[in-house]
């Protein structure tokens, strides 16, 4: 074991376990470079994850607004008796409130939070090497409160998520999502009287000069269309008195370092498809995509006249084909119940939270997170107090 610790590094810790369960090893990484081979085996078909947990993407959020927030890595990574790994699970530590939390990397911009998993293994874990799995945390991370595992979803690819059996509540917010049937008919995607909607609206854009959908390919593009995104966005945000998440520089850095980051494949770990005419850009939208699911995250659209043109809508029904076409299964538009998401969306995918305490100051932190989060859920889907709230947030601001 301690040989082990030496070959992956410094920083690394290794635990072995009995062979009741097929977690034969667990090890804890605390560097990104450290870990990136390893990660980087969880890439092939053998592998299932989310778009949202690949190494570019959380790395650059890493290197910008995981350092800028003072969040170190705790990568853990099970392995078996043959030293295949099992499974990673993308975690930083932070200090909140007098507690050490470790949460899924990525902050709020990922909407779904989960492991890397190998594909066997994911079907078949049981509660008793998830509670093995935890266990083995808790016996490497003396420094560690609570493992806070928030926005899971119960399954991805039709396949269960194991950690989501540790789920005691639902996340604040379920997210809005979309089934599509490779090889349909646009129509089945995106009702005919809604595209029919859209046209229409749509005829007043195309008089534009160099009107056009497209998705940004090159570096150029990319820095063009995000450079427009931070000019439009906080006017955008202001309008609706709305704070701006993106107006800090670690968030700008993250933003443009994913979006310039290409996957092994050539892909970008965020790509940017974009409505734009020669004069202006018209709409954004970002969003991660795996082959299985498109998911936006990041949009804007512009402060001129030719927002009345439901733009934004424009852009997403170009975003379904475009995918649709490619075999694509499904689409999230990300957490919460925006008008606009529930044009296309009419499936909610549930997501769930998890508080686990390690000590027994975890314990008290743990249920002030779960209870922080309930209140915000009953806040949520309670419109008279979903108004309280804004209107008190609106004065905020003021």
């Known amino acids: ?23 034969a090893r667990v ?52 392995s078996g008796a043959d030293n295949r790994p099992l499974l990673l699970l993308p975690l930083v530590v932070s200090r909140e409130n007098g507690a050490k939390i470790a949460r899924f990397m990525g902050g709020k911009h990922p909407t779904f939070n989960m492991a890397l998993w190998r594909r066997d293994f994911i079907e078949t874990m049981t509660r008793a090497e998830v509670d093995a799995l935890v266990s083995a ?35 604040t917010n379920p997210c809005p999502m979309m089934t599509m049937t490779p090889g349909c008919k646009p129509e089945d995607r995106v009702s005919t009287s809604t595209r029919r909607r859209l046209r229409n609206k749509e005829r007043k854009l195309q008089s534009l000069p160099g009107y056009r959908y497209f998705v940004a390919a090159t570096d150029a593009d990319i820095n063009r269309l995000l450079d427009a995104f931070f000019i439009i966005k906080p006017q955008r945000m202001a309008l609706s008195k709305l704070p701006d998440i993106f107006s800090d520089e670690a968030t700008k850095a993250f933003v443009r370092s994913a979006c310039l980051a290409k996957l092994p494949n050539g892909d970008r770990a965020i790509e940017l498809h974009a409505l734009e005419c020669d004069s202006e ?28 043109y439901s733009p934004g809508l424009i852009l997403l029904r170009y975003m379904i084909d475009h995918f649709g076409d490619r075999g694509y299964r499904s689409v999230d538009f990300g957490v919460g119940s925006d008008e606009y998401k529930l044009t296309f969306c009419k499936e909610d995918e549930p997501l769930v939270d998890a508080f686990i305490p390690l000590t027994a100051r975890g314990k008290f932190a743990a249920l002030g997170m779960s209870s922080l989060t309930h209140a915000k859920r009953l806040v949520k889907h309670n419109p008279a107090l979903m108004h309280m709230a804004r209107l008190l947030r609106n004065a905020i601001s003021r």
């Open 281 to 308: 850009l018209i709409s954004v939208f970002s969003c991660v995509a795996d082959g299985e699911r498109f998911s936006t995250m990041f949009n804007t659209y512009t402060i001129s006249d030719n927002a009345r």
């Open 27 to 78: 090890d804890i990484v605390r560097s990104m470079p450290e870990s990136e081979a390893r990660w980087r085996a969880f890439e092939g078909p053998e592998y299932l994850s989310t778009p949202y947990q690949r190494f570019e993407l959380l790395d650059a959020w890493q290197q910008t607004i995981g350092k800028h927030e003072g969040a170190t890595p705790l990568i853990v990574i099970a």
């Open 1 to 23: 074991m301690a040989m082990a610790a030496a070959l992956l590094g410094s920083d690394t810790n290794s635990q072995t376990h009995p062979a009741s369960n097929r977690i």
């Open 137 to 171: 945390i808790r016996g490497q991370t003396d420094d560690i409160d609570v493992l806070a595992f928030a926005q899971q979803p119960q399954r991805w690819q039709n396949i269960v998520n194991p950690l989501a059996q540790l789920a005691g509540q639902p996340s």
